[in-house]
């Protein structure tokens, strides 16, 4: 019973009260009985079973929110200024968000600058502050 969701126990309960009623003045009391469990069994797998595995095929994926969007790639949409921040763009489970995000400081080190227009790579993520760390290198050489 413990593996039996509630649609299951509806399923089977609407399954067996069927088929008991459908056959009831043809089959009988000692076989009704079987004849109610199989039909149970038959509307939870044969009809129940297959509407819920179609309608779990329309089911949109689960956004994974900002944090989702680490090693993402983006583009600056404004020059960066001299502290290494400014504004990028990300597509984020089909939007386009717009992120205040600051250069890797190992980068800006370097003397890194990033413009607009330029694509960059999501280091880090700061939800509760709505804001990025973003490297000007492509991923596979992110220090």
Known sequence: MV????????AMAFGAGTAGVLLQGVLAPGLLIYAAIAGALA????????????????ASRP???????????GRAITKFDTEGK??????????????????DPAERELG???????????L??????????????????NP
């Open 43 to 58: 509307f939870n797998f044969l009809v129940m079973k297959p509407i819920f595995a179609l309608a779990m095929k329309f």
């Open 112 to 122: 890194e600058n990033v413009v607009k227009g330029d694509d960059v790579t999501v």
């Open 124 to 141: 880090e993520v700061d939800a509760k502050r709505n804001m990025c760390t973003i490297s000007k290198l492509p991923p596979h050489r």
């Open 86 to 103: 400014g504004l990028v763009q990300l597509t984020l489970d089909g939007q386009i968000v717009q992120l205040l995000a600051s250069l």
């Open 3 to 10: 593996l039996l969701s509630p649609m299951d126990l509806f």
């Open 63 to 73: 956004s994974e929110g900002l944090e989702g969007t680490v090693a993402l790639q």
